[in-house]
């Protein structure tokens, strides 16, 4: 399973992104897709995820700003970033999780500028 990210750059301080996140190889149905994103000097941390129900899961850190979404192309997620903040910088990795096996994109770098 490859998983390929995109979306990511600049953007000042209450601006938007969408980041997109597609699956290719041998997947099933049921399994969780997901974003984590590393801050500088922070721990890696789930910031959403979305089962194939479509059940969502977000951190406290981004609920209400932050969306995620399946979409109608098997296994593509997206995450749509609103009121973006300067410590919303970093880096932005999509997951899939299926048969107890976690697959990892590369990440994509969100920046916020004040």
């Known amino acids: 399973v490859q998983l390929q990210a995109s979306g990511g750059g600049l953007v000042q301080a209450g601006g938007s992104l969408r980041l997109s996140c597609a699956a290719s190889?041998?997947?099933?149905?049921?399994?969780?897709m997901g974003w984590y994103r590393q801050i500088p000097g922070k721990q890696r941390e789930l910031v959403a995820s979305?089962?194939?129900?479509?059940?969502?899961n977000y951190a406290d850190s981004v609920e209400g700003r932050f969306t995620i979404s399946r979409g109608h192309v098997q296994n593509t997620v997206f995450l749509q970033i609103n009121s973006l903040k300067p410590e919303d910088t970093g880096v932005y990795s999509c997951?899939?999780?299926?048969?107890?096996?976690?697959?990892w994109g590369k990440g994509t770098q969100v920046t916020v500028s004040s």
């Open positions: 997951y899939l999780l299926q048969g107890g096996v976690t697959y």
């Open positions: 190889g041998s997947t099933f149905s049921g399994n969780v």
């Open positions: 979305v089962t194939g129900g479509g059940y969502t």
